[in-house]
């Protein structure tokens, strides 16, 4: 039972610290415009303070937002100071982009996305048109959670020779002959569960339009093709040992892309290791890791 009272009154306080409602359970009451509502066990709940009209009760709580949405603001627009590097750009600055950008930045509550938004900012004022107006409200539809999911993502992100952009490998195989079509001998998919990415988050970063909905496969690399993959921080170069050789792939949206510059890549990675390790039957990794400064 106590539990039970301690919960109830976290919830209460939760509720008027994030909307200004004041409430109050009880299984007795005098006056019947205090009720708004009835609950089980003949208990009602109160209005702490009746006496506020609609209207002042309505102006409370905008108040309470407001509060909270200028004090993200200020969060933001500080912690900018921090990453702001090189000539701060001022005259080019789209005023257009930072009213967009702050109507968006003022409703983020958290400080890992107060940081998000400042590197943003900080990012724009040195090189305006880094991020566009659809990566600002991609990010603004992102909760802490699919954040940490793309961090994940973003760690385990390659790129190709000079591309771009990036990819998230997810196979490797070796496209079939009409003696191996109906065999599996060959595919191998790439396990990044182990390394915190599962399918279900792949699905997500799609609906929040990170990448790309469809899995793309790459063209089919020959023996003796020499390849050239980064990966954070680090790049090798591998050659091909097997005929016709494809990696299937999700490439990030320019949306995606755009926000993965946020991300800081770690030094050394697991995942890296892995794909040395692991696929020596269809490329040749036996080539000096580099590791870039």
């Known amino acids: 039972m106590t539990n039970s009272v301690d919960s109830r009154t976290k919830y209460l306080n939760l509720v008027k610290q994030l909307t200004g409602i004041d409430f109050e359970i009880s299984t007795t009451h005098d006056q019947e415009n205090k009720v708004i509502n009835r609950l089980k066990n003949d208990e009602v709940v109160l209005l ?9 009760r309505i102006n409370k709580r905008d108040q309470i937002t407001e ?16 990453y702001v590097k090189g000539d701060v750009l001022i005259d080019r600055l789209d005023l257009d982009w930072v009213m967009k950008f702050t109507d968006m930045a003022k409703c983020c509550y958290t400080p890992s996305m107060h940081e998000l938004w400042a590197k ?13 107006y659809r990566s600002l409200k991609t990010l603004a539809e992102l909760g802490t959670k699919e954040a ?4 994940k ?23 079939p002959t009409l003696i191996s079509l109906f065999s599996n001998t060959g595919k191998i998919s ?5 390394f915190g990415l599962s399918y279900t988050h792949l699905i997500s970063l799609a609906e929040l339009g990170l990448i790309h909905q469809q899995e793309i496969e790459s063209a089919a690399y020959n023996v003796n093709d020499s390849l ?15 005929k016709d050789i494809v990696f299937t792939y999700y490439k990030l949206t320019q949306s995606g892309y755009e926000l993965s510059r946020l991300v800081n890549a770690p030094d050394d990675s697991e995942f890296l290791q892995y794909l040395l390790n692991d696929f020596t039957d269809l490329f040749d990794s036996n080539h000096q890791v580099a590791t870039k400064a």
């Open 48 to 56: 702490r303070d009746p006496d506020l009209s609609i209207s002042q």
């Open 67 to 82: 509060a909270r949405q200028q004090y993200n603001l200020e969060q933001i627009f500080s912690l900018a100071l921090d």
């Open 153 to 175: 993502a973003v760690k385990l992100m390659c790129r190709f020779n000079e591309e771009h952009s990036g990819r998230i490998l997810t196979g490797i195989y070796k496209k």
């Open 228 to 242: 050239s993959i980064a990966q954070n921080k680090q790049s090798f170069n591998v050659t091909i040992k097997q």
């Open 148 to 151: 940490k999911i793309f961090y």
């Open 120 to 132: 943003i900012l900080s990012v724009e004022l040195v090189q305006q048109g880094s991020f566009s």
């Open 190 to 194: 790439l396990n990044l569960n182990q």
